[in-house]
């Protein structure tokens, strides 16, 4: 089970730290996704962070956002500063078992959490 806690209320600008716990998991053997999906849009990768400790971010968030991995709490966080309208969305944490062509891919991970509310707004 993953579930993902953090979201919230905040003004432009602002920042968030989303995280990722697991039960059942032990998430440093797996690679985890996060993404968002505002309403009426496709869902979209916002980070990657793999086994070894890659991380990967999506265009829309590049230098914006932080993906890391707590193996002693077993929780994979996201942190988002300058936040902006357009970064409200429901945002997901996955895993996937398998390695795939990209990370962005939302099809190739195994399990989702339940998702977190991000709202962005003065």
């Known amino acids: 089970q993953l579930v993902e806690s953090g979201g919230d209320l905040v003004q432009p600008g602002g920042s968030l730290l989303l995280s990722c716990a697991a039960s059942?998991?032990?998430?440093?053997?797996?690679?985890i996704g996060w993404f968002r999906q505002a309403p009426g849009k496709e869902r979209q990768g916002v980070s990657f962070i793999s086994v070894s400790g890659r991380t990967y971010y999506g265009d829309s968030v590049k230098g914006r956002v932080t993906i890391s991995r707590d193996n002693a709490v077993n929780t994979v966080f996201l942190q988002m500063n300058n936040l902006k309208a357009e970064d409200t969305a429901v945002y997901y944490c996955?895993?996937?078992?398998?390695?795939?062509?990209?990370?962005?891919?939302?099809?190739?991970?195994?399990?989702w959490g339940q998702g977190t509310q991000v709202t962005v707004s003065s």
């Open positions: 996955a895993l996937r078992q398998t390695l795939g062509a990209t990370w962005e891919e939302g099809s190739d991970y195994d399990y």
């Open positions: 059942g998991f032990i998430l440093g053997n797996y690679g």
